[in-house]
């Protein structure tokens, strides 16, 4: 199996965010039976998020979805919160989310790479967050991204959240090499699940993020933890085999110092 993955991976752009729009761009069907690997198609693992969310975020504030790919999470948060913002690095994936929400009259989309220098600055403004802030809901997206572009994300999140933001994040946590998060997500000798395939053969190898990456990226001196804990990150029952659509996960809800 690994000389076909590493002959898959080669293909992958070696710019990031047009590896992601690339991706996108391809995809042509999301929800139950789709393209999109980390998309279960079901509303349950946010439902596992969703006393979390109703505890610590002050409705309030408006809801930025960082990340949103193609807004089944936002959708989600928008029936909970009164206003909700999916943002991307992406414009395919900000596209198909506008499309598959417009019923979702309070969630809106922007293309933004939140790695960049002042992106949190400029998005607060844009959404007229003011002083009070945002709330940040962030699934799946920690984990794609290298150290430094993760603590460049952080930093915007933090200035993001304002004085009365609060920070919700829930990312894949696998312990074990690529084969093995193949092996478990159903791929064998005998072939690769398409959803798998074309997540490996587009995309940068993700790493995974729990409670040490966490500390790392969100430092104590500067956020409070809330609460953290571990939670299965659902993904595309495509084999059908239970416990492959599920992959180890860490969630946690965090604040900055005040
Ligand atoms: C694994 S997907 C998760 C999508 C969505 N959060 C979900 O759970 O369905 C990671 C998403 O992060 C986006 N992304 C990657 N780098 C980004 C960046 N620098 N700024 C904003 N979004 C980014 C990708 O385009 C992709 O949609």
Not at 42 to 50: N, Q, R, T, V, W
Not at 96 to 103: G, I, K, Q, T
Not at 136 to 163: K, M, S, T, W, Y
Request: aromatic residues 6%.
């Amino acid at each position: 199996m690994i000389p076909r993955l590493v002959r898959l991976s080669r293909r992958a752009p070696k710019d990031r965010h047009q590896a992601w729009d690339t991706y996108w761009a391809g995809i042509t069907a999301t929800g139950p039976g789709g393209e999109v690997l980390w998309d279960s198609g079901s509303d349950h693992e946010f439902l596992g998020y969703k006393d979390s969310l109703l505890r610590h975020l002050d409705p309030a504030l408006p809801v930025v979805d960082t990340g949103c790919g193609h807004g089944s999470f936002t959708r989600a948060l928008a029936g909970i919160f009164p206003r909700v913002i999916g943002v991307d690095v992406s414009p395919h994936a900000v596209a198909r989310a506008r499309a598959e929400s417009a019923v979702s009259g309070n969630a809106a989309f922007a293309a933004r790479d939140m790695t960049a220098e002042g992106a949190g600055a400029a998005l607060a403004e844009s959404i007229n967050a003011g002083v009070d802030g945002a709330n940040v809901f962030i699934r799946g997206v920690l984990h794609v991204l290298d150290p430094a572009h993760q603590i460049a994300l952080v930093e915007n999140l933090r200035l993001l959240a304002g004085r009365r933001g609060t920070v919700f994040m829930a990312e894949t946590n696998f312990q074990g090499n690529p084969v093995e998060y193949v092996s478990h997500l159903g791929a064998t000798t005998r072939g690769i699940p398409a959803p798998l395939e074309l997540a490996i053969r587009g995309l940068p190898m993700p790493g995974h993020f729990g409670p040490e990456e966490r500390e790392r990226a969100f430092p104590a001196s500067a956020w409070d933890l809330l609460e953290d804990g571990h939670v299965a990150i659902e993904t595309n029952p495509v084999t059908g085999v239970p416990g492959q659509d599920r992959v180890p996960g860490y969630y946690a809800v965090v604040r900055p110092r005040r």
